[in-house]
Structure formats: structure tokens, C-alpha cells
T-cell receptor, first 113, second 115 residues
Framework: NAGVTQTPKFQVLKTGQSMTLQCAQD?????MSWYRQDPGMGLRLIHY???????DQGEVPNGYNVSRSTTEDFPLRLLSAAPSQTSVYFC????????????FGPGTRLTVL | AQSVTQLGSHVSVSEGALVLLRCNYS??????LFWYVQYPNQGLQLLLK??????LVKGINGFEAEFKKSETSFHLTKPSAHMSDAAEYFC?????????????FGRGTSLIVHP
């Protein structure tokens, strides 16, 4: 099992550019989520999904878009990058949000100039 | 709403000393609580979790945590710190929102271990 994979590992964007962060899991988990990690702020939930075709907003959804067409993949789109989106992004998956362990990817470090 | 509060953004200990990382939660229903560890430049991984089976929970690498309902706490301890324990530690709880449970993380505590 590869677990949760994320690409790219590093990315530099200019303000206004768009891009997609990829996330895939091979554990057949229904639940997937995207977080951003900023110094002193912990992990903040951006968007989450409880199954293919079902997504919802988390704590900080503005400027991001998601879709879930398959169980395995959960891409995160930045529509028009802003410097405030400079952060480390983590994708995670689990069998259940309430009781189960979340399995995290290695992260994508994004810098917006 | 449920949330977690981690007291102290940084905790510094000497190698061999007791490690105590504090986590308090607010919950209107019996919670499921988690501690995760993040080593530098890596994703988070589970240390241990409380799912109501036992109040004292043992995790990996010699860590344990005790669920205390009366104090709404789930503090993480380790009797003797090792240099390899230096990392960021996160307490987490799942909070009800939008019809499903949503994971909520504390702001994290950075553990510094001095030789």
C-alpha cells in the first residue's frame, strides 16, 4: 500500500495563477479531507468529502475548490492564487471522521509570490 | 460545538525527563480524542486514540494519555524523553458539523528535547 500520496511536493506560483494539488489514496477510504498548516494555527480544514460525489466546506474554504469523482482521488484547486495561500497543504483519508485514524499524505509546500 | 485547546505552543524538556503535553476539550457528547505527531517535513501520524474502551490509552514510542471526564482533559505523557521525540504534537477531536463529524485539531505543541 502506498497510503496517501500527494503531488507536487513543492510549488511556486505567481499571484493570480491557478493550479491543482493532487491527492490519492489506495486504502478504499470513504472520507477524505484537505488541510492547510500555518505557523501557530495548527491544521485548518479546507474541504472534505464523505464519499464519491459528496463534498462540503470546512473552516477555510474561500479560494479553493474540490471535487470527488472517484473514491481514490480528491484534488484541490486553487482558482486564483494569492500570497495568503502560501502554506503547507495536507491531504488525509479515513474510514470514518469520528472514530477512525486519519492517514496523512506527506504534504505540498506552496509559495505564492 | 466541540473543540480542543492545547496549552503551551512550546514545551522544552531535558533528555530523560518527564514529558507532559496538555490538551483540554469541550464536548457535549462523549468524545473520541486523538494525539498525532508530526516530525519535521513530514505528514502527521497517529500516536494514540481514545474511543471510550479504557481511560488510560497507550500509544507508540512509550507515549500514553489519560482521559479525565471531570477535567475534560486528555493530556499526553511519556516518562522519559528521548532526543527522537522532538516533534510537533497535535490533539484532535471530531466535532459535529453539517450533518457529519468533522475533525478539529488543536494548534499544536512543539516538543523540544535538550541533551
Amino acid at each position: 500500500n502506498a497510503g496517501v500520496t500527494q503531488t507536487p511536493k513543492f510549488q511556486v506560483l505567481k499571484t493570480g495563477q491557478s493550479m491543482t494539488l493532487q491527492c490519492a489514496q489506495d486504502m478504499n477510504h470513504e472520507y477524505m479531507s484537505w488541510y492547510r498548516q500555518d505557523p501557530g494555527m495548527g491544521l485548518r480544514l479546507i474541504h472534505y468529502s464523505v464519499g464519491a460525489g459528496i463534498t462540503d466546506q470546512g473552516e477555510v474554504p474561500n479560494g479553493y475548490n474540490v471535487s470527488r469523482s472517484t473514491t481514490e482521488d480528491f484534488p484541490l484547486r486553487l482558482l486564483s492564487a494569492a500570497p495568503s495561500q502560501t502554506s503547507v497543504y495536507f491531504c488525509a483519508s479515513s474510514r470514518d471522521f469520528r472514530t477512525d485514524t486519519q492517514y496523512f499524505g506527506p504534504g505540498t509546500r506552496l509559495t505564492v509570490l | 460545538a466541540q473543540s480542543v485547546t492545547q496549552l503551551g505552543s512550546h514545551v522544552s524538556v531535558s533528555e530523560g525527563a518527564l514529558v507532559l503535553l496538555r490538551c483540554n476539550y469541550s464536548s457535549s457528547v462523549p468524545p473520541y480524542l486523538f494525539w498525532y505527531v508530526q516530525y519535521p517535513n513530514q505528514g502527521l501520524q497517529l500516536l494514540l486514540k481514545y474511543t471510550s474502551a479504557a481511560t488510560l490509552v497507550k500509544g507508540i514510542n512509550g507515549f500514553e494519555a489519560e482521559f479525565k471526564k471531570s477535567e475534560t482533559s486528555f493530556h499526553l505523557t511519556k516518562p522519559s524523553a528521548h532526543m527522537s521525540d522532538a516533534a510537533e504534537y497535535f490533539c484532535a477531536v471530531s466535532a459535529r458539523g453539517g450533518g457529519s463529524y468533522i475533525p478539529t485539531f488543536g494548534r499544536g505543541t512543539s516538543l523540544i528535547v535538550h541533551p
